[in-house]
Structures are given as C-alpha cells and as structure tokens.
C-alpha cells in the first residue's frame, strides 16, 4: 500500500476568505481524484484541517493526477510518499492509520528539517515494499519533479491534454488562444511522452 501526505505550503497565510475557497477547491479535486480512479483508491482522498492532502493508493496515477491538478492552481507542494500495511478504521484516508500512513508522515516531516536544502518530496519505504509499490513511489516523484519544471500555461495545457484527453483545436477552445501557441507550447515539454506513459498505465 502507498500512503501520499501532500502538505499545502504556507496556507496558514492566506486570509479566511481565500482560505474557503482553497478549502472548496481542494476538496472538490480530491472527489474528482476519488470517482475517475476509485479502483485505485481504497479510502476516500480527503484534506485534513492541517491543510493535509491525505491518499491511500495502490497506483501513482491517482497521486500525480492531485500534482498536476494542484500545481495548475498555483499551490506549493510538500509531498511526503511512504508504503507499509494499513489499519483501516473508515472509508476516508485520514480515518486510516498503520505504518504507511507513519511512513509518508516521517518523510514529510524529514523535509521540513532540512533546512539548508529546499526538496519538494521525500519518501519512506517499508522493508517489505514490493517491487510495484517502489516503482510507483519513484514514478511519482520524477512526474512531480517533471511537472515543477514547467510554467503556469504549460501545466495548464499539458493538463487539457493528458488528463482531459483534448485535441489540439479543444485546447484551443478551452483556453481561448491561437493552434500555434498551444502547439508551441506544448512541443517545448514532455508533455506528450507523459500522456504516452498514463495512457499505457490506465
């Protein structure tokens, strides 16, 4: 089992109101998260009141669907990946306890320490991790630290077309710009080779 612990950076700092709409927003791509890959997910996504994005999964394409979709939206990421067995005591993910959950928790933790060397994630494995669970974890990081190399309209492009499954002229409706700017732009990331790589997946 994989456990994400997704830490919104610094959203202590933002004022009530913004704070409301962080709070729908989030919530609602976690219920997006949970209908598209529920076969992945066996506990609901959920955010904690600590700004915690909390996932249990059994696949990475679940963790960096939220990635994608948060980076979209202009959040800084702490990410803390860990494996090992599970306690589930509800439905939900933050009702959910055992060494995976620890594990994601200690990695977060971990970076939060390292003062003198900003990283995005960290990650945790259990002795007994199979060979799958290692790859997903590794996967994920490497797609995170893919996407951080890229700008606001090529996340948001790149999004319309591996998670959207848009053609080029859809994007070009979508965002209400030129066919040459959006195969500009896309042509300048990995974009196409990462919707290779989740199509096969899926």
Not at 44 to 63: A, C, K, R, Y
């Amino acid at each position: 089992m994989i456990a994400a612990i997704i830490d919104i950076v610094a959203s202590r700092e933002v004022t009530a109101r913004d704070r409301r709409t962080m709070d729908r927003e989030i919530r609602s791509l976690l219920l997006k998260t949970y209908d598209r890959f529920k076969e992945y997910c066996p506990a609901i996504p959920t955010l904690t009141q600590g700004d915690s994005v909390e996932l249990l999964v059994t696949n990475w394409l679940p963790i960096i669907f939220v990635f994608h979709s948060l980076l979209m939206e202009n959040y800084d990421l702490r990410v803390g990946l860990g494996t090992g067995k599970i306690i589930v005591h509800n439905e939900s993910a933050d009702e959910c306890d055992g060494p995976v959950f620890w594990n994601a928790r200690q990695a977060v933790d971990e970076i939060k320490r390292a003062k003198y060397m900003k990283s995005p994630a960290g990650f945790k494995l259990d002795k007994r991790t199979s060979s799958n669970e290692t790859n997903a974890v590794t996967n994920s990081i490497l797609f995170l630290t893919t996407l951080l190399g890229l700008s606001s309209a090529q996340l948001q492009h790149c999004f319309h077309y591996i998670w959207a499954e848009k053609s080029i002229s859809e994007i070009v409706e979508a965002v209400k710009t030129s066919k040459g700017n959006i195969s500009k732009t896309l042509s300048k990331t990995p974009c196409y080779l990462l919707e290779k790589v989740v199509t096969f997946l899926e």
